[in-house]
């Protein structure tokens, strides 16, 4: 029995009409009601109660992903092309390409390399946004937090976390955005950030890694065996080489 039936039967039939469905109203308590109302009132309830789940839903996918605050609002629409700057135009479709080849399982890499202020992690948060609203899920992360993260696990206050099951957190993302990589980290830092990227071509899952070096600097930062693993299921190299948008110069 749906809910109008079940109403219409259990509430006795009171003289008044309802002017909206032309039906009888039930005496429910102290009140008259219309039973095809009082459905659609019901349901109008519940879309908003799966609005707002859905909407929560949306927020934690997002905020789990990390994006910097400063990037809010950074994507590939905001993207602005300067007419006669045609490495913008194609760094900003080789990331659309790029989401678009992750989107559709592939475990590619990406290399993003330029001077600073170009709008490289304006582009990889772009990408970062673009996966998450089709439900992928993707971790952006400094290199140097993430060397961070890992060393935190040494510490005694570990919350159980082992050095491994940290590096194994970060294998579980589609995708691995790794930001400012050869900033700061030398030597151990390094080593545990390598890690990660050992890790994540073991598990088949692809990176974006973005970085202040040039990209023959890269290569030589990563050696030899990460290099060749990072070429091994296809990759883009983003080279972003023009001036600084911080500062208001027109490219
Ligand atoms: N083509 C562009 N269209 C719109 N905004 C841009 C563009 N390029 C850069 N910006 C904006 O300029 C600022 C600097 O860009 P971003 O932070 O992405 O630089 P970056 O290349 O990551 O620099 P760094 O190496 O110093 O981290 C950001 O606010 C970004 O949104
Ligand atoms: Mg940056
Ligand atoms: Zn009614």
């Known amino acids: 029995m749906n809910t109008m039936t079940l109403l219409s ?8 009409y309802c002017s909206v469905h032309q039906v009888s109203k039930v005496q429910s308590g102290p009140y008259q009601i219309c039973p095809k109302c009082a459905v659609s009132d019901v349901e109008l309830h519940n879309a908003d109660r799966q609005n707002e789940v859905d909407r929560m839903v949306r927020d934690k996918h997002f905020s789990g992903a990390m994006l910097p605050v400063r990037h809010a609002e950074s ?33 590619s890499n990406l290399i993003m390399v330029g001077s600073t202020g170009v709008g490289k992690t304006h582009l990889a948060v772009a990408t970062a946004r673009t996966l998450l609203s089709k439900g992928m899920f993707v971790r952006y992360i400094t290199s140097e937090e993430l060397a961070q993260r890992i060393m935190n696990a040494w510490g005694k206050d570990t919350k159980g976390q082992s050095e491994e099951s940290v590096i194994y957190d970060f294998t579980q993302y589609h995708l691995l955005i790794l930001d400012e990589y050869g900033l700061h980290d030398r030597d151990k830092r390094l080593e545990l950030v390598h890690k990660v990227l050992y890790a994540r071509y073991d598990a088949g899952k692809p990176t974006m890694l973005v970085s202040n070096l040039t990209i023959s600097a890269l290569q030589k930062d990563l ?16 080279e972003c080489n023009w001036a600084d948008q911080r500062v208001g110069v027109v490219a």
Do not use: M
């Open 9 to 16: 039967k259990s509430f006795p039939k009171v003289e008044s």
């Open 75 to 107: 994507g590939f629409k905001n993207y602005f092309v300067n007419e006669n700057n045609r490495g913008q135009a194609n760094a900003r479709s080789q990331c659309v390409n790029y989401t678009k080849s992750i989107s559709n399982g592939s475990k």
């Open 223 to 238: 050696g030899d065996r990460l290099w060749s693993r990072f070429q091994h299921d296809g990759l883009t190299v983003v």
